[in-house]
């Protein structure tokens, strides 16, 4: 079974620019989320999809940060403008069920996207 | 806020040493319990997953739950230098009809040849 995949690896940009990461979770997952981890710290969640919807987006930078998952499957997160302390490392997860049906909802994560805003 | 502690380390033993990693959590209605291992500059790999009460073993490793005192731990016996990692602890509390899932900052362990 494949994992989540993710791209790119590695991205570095200036502030005020913007960029836009990638993610295709594992194959009949209906649950996508995206994570920002910043060095020393744990994974913090910025937003939770349920195959095209919006579950949980409390934590997003709503300012600059934006995500959409239009066909249920693949995902695409973009900030913009960037700031300096958005350098961190974004992490998909998924997880086979629907969020709120089972407590046993394991989360997978794929390798990760390194952003560094100088 | 839903808050997950756990000692940010490093802890460190020698090989062939059973290693202890702790957490506490704050929402007592927590009903799921994770450990994810973190090798440096990898993603967190799911470890042990635990949802009751007691221990849970698989192979070397070994969760405990304790909800009354809202304690969760991981044991590793014959701790290997493979092990070297940060350990993330991960709790899932209800937030209406999500369930979502709360990480502490992670243990740095260091086991030694």
């Known amino acids: 079974e494949a994992g989540v995949a993710q791209s790119p690896r590695y991205k570095i940009i200036e502030k005020r620019q913007s960029v836009a990461f990638w993610c295709n979770p594992i194959s009949g997952h209906a649950t996508l989320y995206w994570y920002q981890q910043i060095l020393g710290q744990g994974p913090k969640l910025l937003i939770q999809?349920?195959?095209?919807?919006?579950?949980?987006d409390s934590q997003l930078p709503k300012d600059r940060f934006s995500a959409e998952r239009l066909k249920g499957v693949d995902s695409t997160l973009k900030i913009q403008p960037a700031k300096l302390e958005d350098s961190a490392v974004y992490l998909c997860?998924?997880?086979?069920?629907?969020?709120?049906?089972?407590?046993?909802?394991?989360?997978?994560f794929g390798p990760g996207t390194r952003l560094t805003v100088l | 806020q839903k808050e997950v502690e756990q000692n940010s380390g490093p802890l460190s033993v020698p090989e062939g040493a059973i290693a202890s990693l702790n957490c506490t959590y704050s929402d007592r209605g927590s009903q799921s319990f994770f450990w994810y291992r973190q090798y440096s500059g990898k993603s967190p790999e799911l470890i042990m997953s635990?949802?009751?009460?007691g221990d849970k073993e698989d192979g070397r490793f070994t969760a405990q739950l304790n909800k009354a005192s809202q304690y969760v731990s991981l044991l590793i016996r014959d701790s290997q230098p493979s092990d070297s990692a940060t350990y993330l602890c991960a709790v899932t509390h209800s937030g209406g009809s999500n369930y979502k899932l709360t990480f502490g900052k992670g243990t740095l362990l260091t086991v030694n040849p």
């Open positions: 997860a998924s997880s086979e069920h629907p969020p709120g049906t089972s407590v046993y909802n394991e989360q997978f």
């Open positions: 999809f349920q195959n095209n919807g919006v579950v949980d």
């Open positions: 635990i949802y009751s009460n």
